[in-house]
């Protein structure tokens, strides 16, 4: 069963606007979430974190929210911007042992966000 | 340049030809990890390594085998490959300190089996 899910296949955003990406998980083991981007024909890479003990983490146009009670977490691009357009993941991870598998990351199936100019 | 290298970047093949796909990193770490990316799954785990001679199964490690015999190495095995092997994988590496979470990936390897 997926632990950590994003709903939200595609988004299409309007350059300037916000873009609001969420990202569900099961698992109340986790607590440590990342968002990646990854552009066509590279490989994802890491935009921003959060630990399980904040509730936000603000980088630039870049904020990632978390809900511990509802076990959602947000990733917040303020303004959007056409070179945001990507394929975003979300990952979590328990940071001590779970499973054998010690800070394993599992990722959701992406969302596809598109900014338009 | 930090970084993770992949080779080879694309690659056709046909049924039970056996390949490896080599991953390299010159960050020193201790952990490193194989996923593939199939549409509408996102990125699964394939094998992961600890450190030198520790390998695991992640959650689709059926067709494949891994090695980790140096610290910079972890290549990906396919004796024999077939067409659902057919997909973009990742190789990853991270250190392995505590909250030391984050991935380096590198840029992918797209395999065709035929």
């Known amino acids: 069963d997926q632990q950590v899910k994003q709903n939200s296949p595609s988004l299409s955003v309007q350059e300037g606007r916000i873009s609001i990406l969420n990202c569900d998980y099961t698992n109340s083991m986790f607590d440590y979430f990342l968002w990646y981007k990854k552009y066509p024909a590279e490989g994802p890479t890491f935009l921003i974190s959060?630990?399980?003990?904040?509730d936000k983490n603000e980088d630039g146009r870049f904020t990632v929210f978390l809900n511990k009670s509802a076990k959602h977490l947000s990733l917040h691009i303020v303004p959007s911007q056409p070179g945001d357009s990507a394929v975003y993941f979300c990952?979590?991870?328990?940071?001590?042992?779970?499973?054998?598998?010690?800070?394993?990351?599992?990722f959701g199936k992406g969302t596809k966000l598109s900014v338009k100019p | 340049e930090a970084q993770v290298t992949q080779n080879p970047r694309y690659l056709i093949t046909v049924t039970g030809k056996k390949l490896t796909v080599t991953c390299s990193q010159n960050m020193n770490h201790e952990y490193m990890s194989w996923y593939r990316q199939d549409p509408g799954l996102g990125l699964r785990q394939i094998y992961y390594?600890?450190?030198?001679?520790?390998?695991d199964k992640g959650d689709v490690p059926e067709g494949y085998k891994v090695s980790r015999k140096e610290k910079r190495n972890f290549p990906l095995i396919l004796e024999s490959p077939s067409p659902n092997q057919t997909s973009l994988y990742f190789c990853?590496?991270?250190?392995?300190?505590?909250?030391?979470?984050?991935?380096?990936f590198g840029a992918g390897s797209r395999l065709t089996v035929l």
């Open positions: 990853a590496s991270r250190a392995l300190e505590v909250g030391a979470n984050v991935l380096t």
């Open positions: 990952a979590a991870s328990a940071k001590f042992n779970y499973g054998g598998s010690q800070g394993n990351l599992i």
């Open positions: 390594s600890m450190n030198v001679e520790v390998t």
């Open positions: 959060i630990s399980s003990i904040k």
